[in-house]
């Protein structure tokens, strides 16, 4: 049995889903409302653990999962505590802090077990720590734009060695919709001059150099082998096709050798087995690490380059190898 | 300043991309909503969950439901 933990409405996970089916490999797949207390009992009797899942009515063993596919869903825990107390003093505080701190050992846990039973991806590394990352790729020799996390303007101009209309500004972290007035607004990389105003001071930001592109590189890559797009756009995002006003050309590329291996050996290092990273190639042929999302899209690339990366993905839940 | 949902002292501890503005969004606000990129013929296929789709405060929402095999 595989187990597919989903969004619902991602179509990468109903492509993936149709390739098992054509395998007749048997799966369950769980979205999101299905996985809050999906625990139902950690055993250890007579030296042996074993780990149960209640879904619905129906409870499995994690033994029983032959492999898991960690697919932008979470297990995750929490007590009712929260709903039915009302007291709102400081004890009531404290009590909803430690049962946050119980919940996450809880849930660790639990999606570690799933995932030293054979995993792809891990919702532990869903998120990884950016600036961590554009350490390791500098360490393996990958050029990384200039970069500055600050609180104030100033400081940009002195240090990013290019035109102030050239830098870009993003996330420290991952995007986070903002909610308001029945629409939702998220942070994508923007050219500080596009922003209606540029206050002076603020809470710490992430400013690049916006290198000057030939074309974007997404590189999708799964067990070491890696399957890389050439993106060309115009757009400070090669992927926001309406920043262009025009269809995105997307084209199969082949990695060298050596940028191969030092992705492989920053893949090592950052302890991901799959995910999809970002690069950007200057106008000098030089290649620019920019980031790597653990769990992000990788159903156009697929597409645009006809990689079946639906199928491989479905071999490797399958059989635990991809096909060469 | 009058168009931000956060005054100045708010801005301050706010990252530089991270504000909200109010024309901003009503810049947005009614432009036609992309459809999702799914094909017609995984809408109805038994596997794929997506019982129906709806309009829901603007945004196309999918209804899904567990599936096994």
């Known amino acids: 049995m595989i187990l597919i933990l989903s969004e ?10 149709e390739w098992l089916q054509h395998l007749q490999v048997p799966f369950k797949r769980l979205h999101q409302d299905d996985l809050r207390n999906a625990l139902d009992r950690i055993v ?15 409870v499995m063993a994690i033994s029983d999962i032959s492999r898991t596919w960690f697919r932008r869903a979470y297990i995750d825990h929490q007590s009712g505590f929260h709903k039915v107390s009302h007291k709102g003093n400081a004890l009531q505080r404290q009590m909803n802090t430690l049962l946050s701190r119980e919940e996450k050992d809880l849930t660790r846990f639990v999606a570690g077990q799933l995932a030293a039973n054979g995993a ?10 950016k600036l961590e990352v554009l350490v390791a790729a500098q360490a393996i020799g990958f050029k990384i734009p200039d970069t500055i996390i600050t609180r104030d303007m100033q400081d940009i101009a002195n240090c990013i060695d290019a035109d102030p209309e050239q830098v870009i500004t993003k996330s420290i972290c991952d995007m986070y919709p903002l909610q308001w007035d029945g629409t ?3 942070q994508p990389t923007t050219l500080i001059s596009d922003l209606p105003s540029q206050p002076q001071r603020f809470y710490y930001s992430l400013f690049q150099q916006k290198v000057d592109k030939k074309y974007e590189l997404r590189i999708f890559f799964l067990e070491q082998q890696f399957f890389a797009a050439a993106i060309f756009s115009r757009g ?16 199969p590329f082949r990695l060298p050798d050596m940028v191969r291996e030092k992705l492989a050996s920053l893949c090592d290092r950052i302890g991901l087995a799959s995910g999809s990273i970002d690069m950007i190639i200057d106008k000098q042929d030089q290649y620019y690490f920019i980031e790597v999302n653990p769990a992000g899209q990788y159903g156009y690339i697929s597409l645009a380059c006809n990689y079946h990366l639906d ?12 096909a060469v | 300043m009058e168009n ?33 990129m799914l094909q017609e013929r995984f809408v109805n296929s038994a596997h794929h969950q997506n019982e129906h789709m709806e309009l829901y405060k603007g945004f196309y929402k999918m209804i899904t439901r567990i599936i096994s095999t």
């Not at chain 1, 179509?11 to 993936?16: E, N």
């Not at chain 1, 199928?311 to 991809?322: P, V």
């Open chain 1, 44 to 58: 250890w009797k007579d030296g042996r653990l074993e780990v149960y899942l209640r879904i619905g009515e129906t």
């Open chain 1, 311 to 322: 199928r491989k993905i479905a071999e490797y839940l399958a059989y635990g190898k991809l």
């Open chain 1, 8 to 17: 619902s409405n991602d179509v990468s996970t109903d492509f993936v889903t």
């Open chain 2, 4 to 36: 931000l949902l956060f005054d100045a002292e708010e801005l301050r501890e706010l990252p530089f991309n991270c504000r909200l503005y109010k024309n901003k969004i009503k810049e947005h606000a009614g432009t036609k909503q992309r459809k999702p």
């Open chain 1, 236 to 251: 400070t995002d090669g992927r926001d096709i309406y920043a262009d006003n025009e269809q995105v050309r997307i084209v």
């Open chain 1, 184 to 186: 939702a607004q998220i």
């Open chain 1, 120 to 129: 792809l991806s891990n919702q532990l590394y869903y998120q990884v720590n």
